[in-house]
């Protein structure tokens, strides 16, 4: 029997994902509304000065972005484990590692980038100057995609474990914390007058060093939770 | 040093001595719950030998 | 070498051995942990800057080195079970978590008591505090995790991967918090870990780490022999021990 290429079995992942996503495109959205529902919080809980809120802008732009995916990342694997779907790939044979980056990355695709694309908006609702635009898209998709990572392996240990949304916050929060260090604080840089490229070189840094080694974490954390 | 100043450490008293209290506490603490851990894996091992002991009916 | 190596993973060999090393861990570590407090609160003159607050120092440093020194062994130990699937690992590991996070606990207290004298509030986000809070998030994540499972094992495997991603994240977490503290010079850049002071006034420092270093391996001794048992079906040798 011949064996399907690993990347045609990843995009097959890839867009069966999308595929199904589509189908349900309310559950794409509600991330997406979470986000902007966050963000005004911030406001009406201090000063509608636009001012006093640029200070924090990029903060709370980048929390409320995290919190949102995380809020997505907590299905990633459920209904995949439910029907057995993730069994069949642990038995398939293919690199698991790559099948599941590829589950991640449709999943970025559907809930990270449009958080991205809003940022903007959302940013500038606070206070953000234009010129910060740029720095806050590239933290953003670097900081979102390093999230769904990290999310993912948080996903896979936590799959079977009931309410498991909040573990996997608690789980994945404090080791996102250099992420919104660095992401938030190059948008602050670049509002004070700053060059942001030494905490988004540490970004993009940390985002292809989780490209590299989280599948594997992934894979053995989907092991451990398939077996039986 | 006379008995008076080492209690009163420089005004800094409070600070001082609630840190080496909490220090004391916390390794208390692990003192115990380290005994009491190794005690209820005993208790609970030894009662499933003897249940493993007992005839079947 | 080896055959030492497979005798000690075995259970029961290890709670005999672990029972036998533990009161030569426990003795020395009380020993050294009361004179480093006699000689710390007594022996060393007042600091000519902080006075007799900087004695915090003697119990601040220590428990933040073996919050970090035990979260490492904790993860070594949990990629060691992982890895050739020794449950003695797995066992060790699970036995740090409680320590290490009493540990991270008490080095954020003695560092928010010690703050208040030296920068007139009890919290501040200095690199070393901030550090040390996301280092108990770690802690408490990695105890959640483990509470979450019904199965020994799937509960094992599972915080393992998790305390591996952890400790491979730690520098990373230090490097950011400290790079987060330089992008505001605080008013007065003091340096709440080691100040410049005289060698004679590090001796009860070294003293107090050496005996909670002993100090952690009779705990460990301790809560590994309960694990052990917890985790042994085989009713054989249980009936000889204790």
Wanted: hydrophobic share 55%; with cysteine.
């Amino acid at each position: 029997m011949k064996r399907t290429p690993i990347f045609e079995a990843a995009r097959l992942v890839f867009q069966r994902d999308l595929t199904l996503a589509w189908r349900r495109w309310d559950e794409v959205t509600q991330p997406l509304i979470f986000y902007v529902v966050v963000t005004t919080m911030f406001p009406l809980a201090t000063t509608p000065d636009l001012a006093q809120l640029r200070v924090i802008s990029g903060g709370v732009v980048w929390v409320a972005a995290l919190l949102s995916s995380l809020l997505a990342l907590e299905a990633l694997f459920r209904s995949d484990v439910e029907d057995g779907t993730t069994e069949q790939w642990v038995l398939s044979g293919q690199p698991l590692g790559w099948l599941l980056l590829s589950k991640v990355a449709a999943h970025w695709m559907l809930t990270g980038l449009p958080l991205v694309v809003m940022s903007p908006i959302v940013g500038t609702a606070l206070g953000l100057p234009f010129n910060a635009w740029g720095t806050l898209v590239i933290s953003l998709l670097l900081g979102t995609g390093t999230l769904s990572i990290l999310g993912g392996i948080g996903a896979a240990l936590t799959v079977g474990v009931r309410r498991g949304s909040v573990l996997l916050s608690l789980l994945v929060l404090p080791l996102a914390m250099p992420l919104l260090i660095f992401g938030a604080r190059s948008v602050g840089m670049v509002m004070d007058g700053e060059s942001p490229a030494g905490p988004l070189q540490l970004l993009a840094a940390i985002f292809f060093m989780a490209l590299s080694l989280g599948p594997l974490a992934m894979s053995a954390a989907i092991r451990i939770s398939v077996e039986n | 040093m006379d008995l008076q100043k080492f209690f009163e450490m420089g005004g800094y008293a409070g600070y001082v001595w609630s840190a080496y209290g909490l220090t004391a506490l916390v390794l208390i603490w692990n003192w115990w719950a380290a005994r009491r851990s190794e005690a209820e894996a005993q208790t609970s091992a030894q009662r499933r030998s003897e249940l493993s002991r007992e005839p079947r009916s | 070498m080896w055959l030492w190596f497979h005798k000690l993973a075995s259970p029961p060999h290890a709670y005999r051995l672990l029972g036998k090393m533990a009161p030569w861990f426990g003795w020395p570590a009380l020993i050294l942990i009361l004179t480093a407090t006699w000689w710390g609160l007594f022996k060393v003159p007042p600091d000519y800057q902080q006075g007799d607050a900087f004695r915090i120092l003697y119990v601040h440093a220590p428990s933040a080195w073996m919050s970090m020194f035990t979260y490492v062994v904790m993860a070594v130990a949990a990629a060691v079970g992982l890895i050739w699937r020794i449950k003695l690992a797995h066992a060790a590991s699970a036995a740090c978590a409680p320590i290490g996070a009493s540990f991270t606990f008490l080095a954020l207290a003695t560092g928010s008591i010690w703050g208040k004298p030296m920068w007139g509030t009890w919290w501040v986000w200095d690199a070393r505090l901030t550090s040390e809070l996301l280092l108990l998030f770690l802690y408490l994540g990695y105890m959640a995790l483990r509470a979450s499972f019904d199965e020994a094992q799937r509960a094992d495997r599972a915080s393992a991967v998790l305390a591996i991603v952890g400790v491979i994240n730690v520098p990373i977490i230090h490097y950011s918090v400290q790079w987060w503290t330089t992008l505001h010079q605080p008013a007065s850049v003091t340096k709440m870990g080691k100040p410049s002071i005289a060698a004679v006034m590090l001796v009860p420092l070294f003293l107090m780490i050496a005996g909670f270093q002993l100090y952690f391996g009779w705990a460990i001794s301790r809560r590994l022999r309960g694990e052990i048992l917890r985790r042994e079906r085989n009713a054989g040798w249980l009936k000889e021990a204790s």
